[in-house]
């Protein structure tokens, strides 16, 4: 146990509709990292949380993703108008202040027709 | 861009034998390194950090990383079939917080 958990696991979604995901850290960590791995790739870095404030942003994070850490606890991953390419699976991954290592969740499986 | 390149596999060892899977990468600033397993169907799990050179061992796994060669592998001594996954390596560098990613190496050890 990594102490994430996401939600929801799997989700199945229609072109152009919006989609949510929530990532919970079970423990107080202030560094959160959301990714998303497509198949046969290894996870790519999306953006990244310390406490509430979202410190750094990939350049594969279209306008249409948005994410949130409101009061520094759970965190929110939004797509808007999803695209047959957003299908992946999105991580989120927690680390403690003083060690880098980075713990994943167990992803949710996005899926878009 | 910063790579990290690792061969595909599959890497195909025999019960018992050291598999020995392999990572390089490009940014010669980074500083920690990583070594995941990932199975089907499941997210990466952390099995090694090392970010010094030399080696690091931790019971049937040791971490070897050279920077001079930019280069970081990882050995498993008495392969069991319950390795066989996809190893996955990760760099950081000095400058983000990002981990960045080898596509990874599938292990299938054969009993």
């Known amino acids: 146990d990594t102490g994430v958990s996401q939600d929801p696991r799997h989700k199945i979604t229609k072109r152009g509709q919006n989609v949510t995901f929530r990532c919970d850290p079970i423990s107080e960590h202030n560094r959160l990292y959301w990714y998303r791995q497509t198949l046969g790739q290894g996870p790519e870095f999306l953006t990244y949380?310390?406490?509430?404030?979202?410190?750094?942003k990939s350049r594969l994070l279209s306008d249409r993703f948005s994410a949130e850490r409101p009061k520094g606890s759970f965190s929110t991953l939004e797509i808007q108008r999803t695209q047959h390419e957003d299908s992946a699976v999105y991580l989120c991954?927690?680390?403690?202040?003083?060690?880098?290592?980075?713990?994943f969740g167990p992803g949710t499986r996005l899926t878009v027709l | 861009q910063k790579e990290v390149e690792q061969n595909s596999g599959p890497l195909s060892v025999p019960e018992g034998a050291i598999a020995s899977l392999n990572c390089t990468y490009s940014?010669?600033?980074?500083?920690?390194f990583f070594w995941y397993r990932q199975y089907s169907g499941k997210s990466p799990e952390l099995i090694m950090s090392?970010?010094?050179?030399g080696d690091k061992e931790d019971g049937r796994f040791t971490a070897q990383l050279n920077k001079a060669s930019q280069y970081v592998s990882l050995l498993i001594r008495d392969s069991q079939p319950s390795d066989s996954a996809t190893y996955l390596c990760a760099v950081k560098g000095d400058d983000g917080y990002a981990l960045n990613f080898g596509k990874g190496t599938s292990l299938l050890v054969t009993p």
């Open positions: 940014d010669r600033v980074s500083q920690s």
């Open positions: 949380f310390q406490n509430e404030a979202q410190l750094e």
């Open positions: 991954a927690i680390s403690r202040c003083i060690y880098n290592e980075q713990f």
């Open positions: 090392i970010y010094s050179n």
